[in-house]
């Protein structure tokens, strides 16, 4: 079992609809968690991160983290066609922990 | 800040040849990240360094693979011999303090023929 998992895609929606992306993990001892994004052909930018659980919000973006079920979701509202791109989870145990990376979930939003 | 730099953005070579990635971290950051990223193995972490020492390079693949930092503001990662499944995108990033805040390279796109 992989420790980070995420559903490859490619997801597909209309401009201004919200959103869901998600991840598990397997390693209870995981304490930190990101988000990045990825434009095609760039490398990865951090988006957000938090730490243990609970939600984070940032515009329009919203990171929610329930350990208790090993699951971690981005929200992002009025989802706009800047945002195709592939969104990356990643978490580590502490902050001086190397940080795992799932594969990725590909997004494409229509105008 | 001009962000993580690498060097060459695209690589083409003949298996068996030797391979060298460069990266320069953005000033002032104390760790530098090399990562390889594939469709089907996603993003991995192969070695980093703290201070410019190797911290941990469990990641590396194989000994074909050696990394160096011999100062702050370079750091190369070198693949000697080449072969086709070392294709891939490699990445160079580098972060302040906490680990969790890394800023990436634009990659470099190595392909073994």
């Given amino acids: ?111 | 800040d001009a962000g993580v730099i690498q060097s060459p953005r695209h690589e083409v070579t003949e298996m068996g040849q030797e391979v060298t990635l460069r990266c320069k971290p953005i000033s002032g950051h104390d760790y530098l990240f090399w990562y390889r990223q594939t469709m089907m193995r996603g993003l991995e972490l192969l070695i980093y360094f703290n201070n410019n020492v190797p911290i941990d390079d469990s990641g590396m693949p194989e000994d074909r693979f050696s990394a160096k930092m011999p100062n702050a503001s370079f750091s190369t990662l070198k693949i000697q011999p080449s072969e086709p499944r070392d294709s891939a995108v490699y990445f160079c990033a580098s972060s302040l303090g906490k680990k969790e805040t890394q800023y990436f390279g634009p990659g470099t796109r190595l392909l073994v023929l």
């Avoid at chain 1, 930190?32 to 957000?48: A, T």
């Fill in chain 1, 1 to 111: 079992q992989k420790e980070v998992e995420q559903d490859p895609g490619p997801l597909s929606v209309p401009e201004g609809a919200i959103v869901s992306l998600n991840c598990t993990y397997s390693n209870s001892a995981f304490q930190y968690f990101m988000w990045y994004r990825q434009y095609s052909r760039k490398g990865p930018e951090l988006l957000m991160y938090t730490y243990s659980s609970g939600n984070k919000e940032d515009g329009r973006f919203t990171a929610q983290v329930d350990k208790s079920s090993k699951y971690i979701s981005l929200f992002i509202r009025d989802s706009q066609p800047s945002d195709s791109a592939t969104y990356l989870c990643a978490t580590s145990r502490t902050s001086y922990d190397k940080v795992i990376f799932g594969p990725g979930t590909s997004l494409s939003v229509i105008p």
